[in-house]
């Protein structure tokens, strides 16, 4: 048994061999699905590859050449132009007439490339020179030319499950030959659990975050053990990425939510075009602009709440790039729209009390009576019936329990439309005032 060379990253090193090796997409290569068809019979068809990173699309497109015997090329469109695919194309050529071999030329983020770079290959695609699978994390629909699509065949690729996760680090932690079974190493299983929660979906990612924590173990004995604080420690590291740039995901998200609060559309656009660029889930960024609404401009302009869940709504119904557009639409409308944290701020100053002092009873004047038991307790009684009252307000009610003072959470701002609730509630508290005078004399 031979050691594969360490100095390879573990999740380069744990690709799978074999479809037996190959964990989730069992609705792709389960008995007698069409992935899992084609594997097995060795005919090669082009195809594109849409999902999240860390699913297996380039593990699939080496299985598929190794079955049908083909050479393997390699581009990403990143960094390859037309020069690179006329240079495998020529490889391709020098491949089929010496050898009668087939080539499967694998260009990984094919989204990027653009009309003529993709032009540039589709002849060789037609005539057969080369099949053509690409790799992509957008919607191939839109990113890919109509005659390039019309001739592969599409497999949409699913994020990997926490248990799939799981199955991929045990088979690492236990592979002596290309894993970290040659060492002792030993860990909860619940932490196992944590690291592939923390994943997202992502084997690659699973892997190097397993790599990373083995590093840190701690020798004890005979063991090398990977503690709960060290696992923390990882997986609070800023270790997850976006591809475009190396950029951490949390401080883009981050920069968004910054750009937005400090009334900055242009730098708010940026950033969340430069998230989606990196292949960031859009769903992710509508359900974070939501967050947005409520803690940076609140009843400054309610609109934006509706605004925010009309784009998730939007996003979620047509997905890209119609609903990425109707997320871009909400987050610019919040960069411009007057700023207000007095909600969020009124919010987390109530929780604190609620944590901080005990359960108080509720008054008995505000408790409901449905029975007449509970109307001879005297719950509800003196109660007033705030629309009764002159202006819809019951001047001087209270509402606070009994014995806890009356507190001022929320403060309105100068700002949008909760200006006119700042005046609002200083004419109630005035009538508040007179009520009290009124009492007293």
């Known amino acids: 048994m031979t050691q594969a060379d360490p100095l390879r990253p573990l999740a380069d090193r744990m690709r799978p061999a074999s479809l037996e090796e190959f964990f989730g997409q069992s609705h792709l290569l389960g008995p007698g699905k069409p992935l899992r068809l084609a594997l097995e019979s060795g005919n090669l068809h082009s ?74 290959f589709l002849p ?40 799939e996760i799981v199955q991929v680090l045990e088979r690492a932690l236990h592979d002596a030959e290309r894993g970290l079974g040659q060492r002792p190493l030993v860990i909860a299983p619940e932490l196992l659990q944590h690291i592939a929660t923390a994943a997202d979906g992502d084997a690659r990612r699973a892997l190097n975050l397993l790599e990373i ?40 998200i981050s920069a968004l939510h910054k750009s937005v609060r400090g009334s900055s559309p242009d730098a708010a656009l940026y950033w969340f075009t430069r998230m989606l660029d ?82 108080y009873e509720v008054p008995i004047h505000l408790r409901n009576a449905p029975t007449k038991l509970m109307k001879e307790l005297g719950y509800g009684h003196a109660y007033r019936y705030a629309h009764d009252e002159p202006e819809a307000y019951a001047a001087g009610e209270r509402y606070f329990p009994d014995d806890m003072p009356e507190r001022r959470y929320y403060e309105p701002t100068p700002r949008g439309l909760e200006h006119k609730i700042s005046e609002k509630l200083a004419h109630l508290r005035e009538l508040d005032r007179l009520a009290e005078q009124k009492k007293k004399r």
């Open 278 to 359: 990196g292949g960031c889930d859009p769903l992710y960024i509508a359900r974070r602009v939501v967050r947005m609404a409520s803690e940076d401009i609140g009843n400054a302009d309610p609109r934006a709440l509706e605004l925010a869940l009309n784009a998730w709504d939007v996003q979620e119904r047509l997905g890209s790039p119609e609903g990425e557009l109707a997320v871009a639409q909400a987050v610019l409308y919040m960069a411009c729209a007057p700023k207000s944290n007095a909600v969020y701020v009124a919010f987390n100053s109530a929780r604190d009390d609620v944590k901080q002092h005990g359960s």
């Open 124 to 163: 060789y695609v037609e005539d057969g020179t080369v099949t053509f699978i690409g790799a992509t994390t957008e919607n191939p629909s839109f990113e890919l030319n109509s005659a390039l699509l019309s001739r592969a065949r599409v497999y949409v690729l699913k994020s990997l499950t926490v248990e």
């Open 213 to 252: 924590a083995a590093d840190l173990a701690e020798r004890r004995g005979e063991h090398e053990v990977i503690e709960e604080a060290v696992v923390n420690e990882v997986l609070a590291g800023g270790v997850r990425r976006f591809d475009k740039g190396g950029e951490v995901f949390y401080d883009q």
């Open 47 to 120: 195809m594109v590859f849409w999902g999240p990173p860390g699913t297996g699309k380039t593990t699939l497109a080496r299985m598929i050449a190794g079955r049908a015997n083909a050479q393997f090329l390699a581009i990403s469109a990143v960094l390859s132009g037309v020069k690179e695919i006329r240079e495998s194309v020529a490889q391709a050529q020098q491949v089929r007439a010496a050898y009668n071999r087939g080539t499967v030329l694998f260009v990984d983020e094919v989204h990027r490339f653009n009309k003529s770079q993709q032009d540039a």
